[in-house]
């Protein structure tokens, strides 16, 4: 895994309003591009704003970087109105998704919210495709579909009013149809996390798990984002954010 980083300014392509409150930075970046693997993240300046923004790595291709952000504060929504200019970004930073130890395993990814955004970037990198379960509040928090449909992924939605696909918690379609032989790939808040670890552990299935902590320096400095893993505390930015799963402590 690399551990390249970059501290500089880059040309902001287009910021752009994919669905009612959720964007897609995209950036033209050099070297790092080359350097970012699924999980990573980078710390992106806001102008007026203290503490830059950890957000993941949503898409790389080529020269250019992507990142969907939803927003929620004022971080978010003056990255939002951000059209055009450049961004600081430090980065890639932390521990990204094992992509060989289970490579010729069958794959399935389980999303919550936001959480598809770096999971995009790890559907694309991963040599075999599986399934997709993927839920949020209502069908207008859906992204990506079309993305994970082109990547060639099978795709199993659920929310919570019943706009689209099953009604209720994805756990429900999951706790259905996770085998023993598949490796799980994790990303989302943290109640939807702990239920599948919870499945995972009483199926004997193995994986990863992406945690949603704050980070406010992304190096470990601050120790503002400590975790129990594996019995020791951990810093999610350092350490992680990606996690085996039979490590994780909720």
Known sequence: MSNKRFDRSYDIISNKEVCAGYFELQVKVDAAAKHCLPGQFFMLEVPGVFLRRPISVHDVKKDTLSFLYKVVGKGTNILSSICAGTIQLLGPLGKGYDLETYKDSNHVIVAGGT?????????????????????????????????????????????????????????????????????????????????????????????????????????????????????????????????????VEL
């Open 115 to 247: 959480g598809i955004a770096s999971l995009h970037f790890l559907a694309a990198k991963l040599s075999k495709k599986g399934t997709l379960y993927y839920g949020a509040r209502s069908q207008k928090d859906l992204l990506c579909l079309n993305k994970f449909k082109e990547l060639g992924w099978k795709i199993e939605v659920s929310t919570e009013d019943g706009s689209k696909g099953h009604k209720g918690y994805i756990t429900d379609l999951l706790q259905k149809n996770l085998n023993s032989n598949d490796v799980i790939f994790i990303c989302g808040p943290s109640l939807m996390l702990k239920k599948v670890l919870e499945i995972a552990k009483e199926k004997n299935v193995k994986g990863f798990a992406s945690l949603e902590e704050k980070m406010a320096c992304g190096v470990g400095n601050c120790q503002g984002c400590a975790v129990k893993v594996g019995g020791k505390t951990k810093m999610t930015c350092k350490d992680g954010p990606v996690f085996k799963i039979e490590q």
